[in-house]
T-cell receptor, first 114, second 114 residues
Framework: ETGVTQTPRHLVMGMTNKKSLKCEQH?????MYWYKQSAKKPLELMFV???????ENNSVPSRFSPECPNSSHLFLHLHTLQPEDSALYLC?????????????FGPGTRLTVT | KQEVTQIPAALSVPEGENLVLNCSFT??????LQWFRQDPGKGLTSLLL?????REQTSGRLNASLDKSSGRSTLYIAASQPGDSATYLC?????????????FGKGTKLSVKP
């Protein structure tokens, strides 16, 4: 596969469940991102990783826990979520985190918290 | 605060019509501006990227213009087709922003009727 892939594409979980979202990029990039897209709100940047180091955490609740084991893989671990966390979660990657580096997006995981 | 606004939120046009989508941004000190397309439940596809030194970019039936002084960009779609139906997102990078500093608008949902 090429580009940025995300699994699963759809996820339904209860508030007491623990689940993980996975992102993989096949572009040889050094930076990876998690975004949240809620209904009627702009995309919100959640986390930024550069060379497996977290470089940005935009005041995201601790019930969201990112993990970047290597520059090709990014996970978002979820636990004790709230219904308002239901959203489309998008992963992106770029060559580096510089202003000139274009981000490439995955197809997203549609998360529903019941 | 750096913000991106897109008007209208939704637009419905008959097939074949030329149309314009609008994007406005606070703070004219932008690095670049990017237009994306998002199909329902899917990720983002980059359409056009305009550097701050450029006035416009063209790709096929799409033309994006940038007027930094007025804080505006427009996406012109010529001879619209039903396949153009999607949500169009505008995103801005500013100088001195945080890493991964793409700020998105809420998007314009376009529907092209056959």
């Amino acid at each position: 596969e090429t580009g940025v892939t995300q699994t699963p594409r759809h996820l339904v979980m209860g508030m007491t469940n623990k689940k993980s979202l996975k992102c993989e990029q096949h572009l040889g990039h050094n930076a990876m991102y998690w975004y949240k897209q809620s209904a009627k709100k702009p995309l919100e940047l959640m986390f930024v990783y550069s060379l497996e180091e977290r470089v940005e955490n935009n005041s995201v609740p601790s019930r969201f826990s990112p993990e970047c084991p290597n520059s090709s893989h990014l996970f978002l671990h979820l636990h004790t979520l709230q219904p308002e966390d239901s959203a489309l979660y998008l992963c992106a990657s770029s060559h580096d985190t510089g202003t000139a580096d274009e981000q490439y997006f995955g197809p997203g995981t549609r998360l529903t918290v019941t | 605060k750096q913000e991106v606004t897109q008007i209208p939120a939704a637009l419905s046009v008959p097939e074949g019509e030329n149309l314009v989508l609008n994007c406005s941004f606070t703070d004219s000190a932008i690095y670049n501006l990017q237009w994306f397309r998002q199909d329902p439940g899917k990720g983002l596809t980059s359409l056009l990227l305009i550097q701050s030194s450029q006035r416009e970019q063209t790709s096929g039936r799409l033309n994006a213009s940038l007027d930094k002084s007025s804080g505006r960009s427009t996406l012109y779609i010529a001879a619209s087709q039903p396949g153009d139906s999607a949500t169009y997102l505008c995103a801005v990078r500013w100088y001195g922003g945080s890493q991964g500093n793409l700020i998105f608008g809420k998007g314009t949902k376009l529907s092209v009727k056959p």
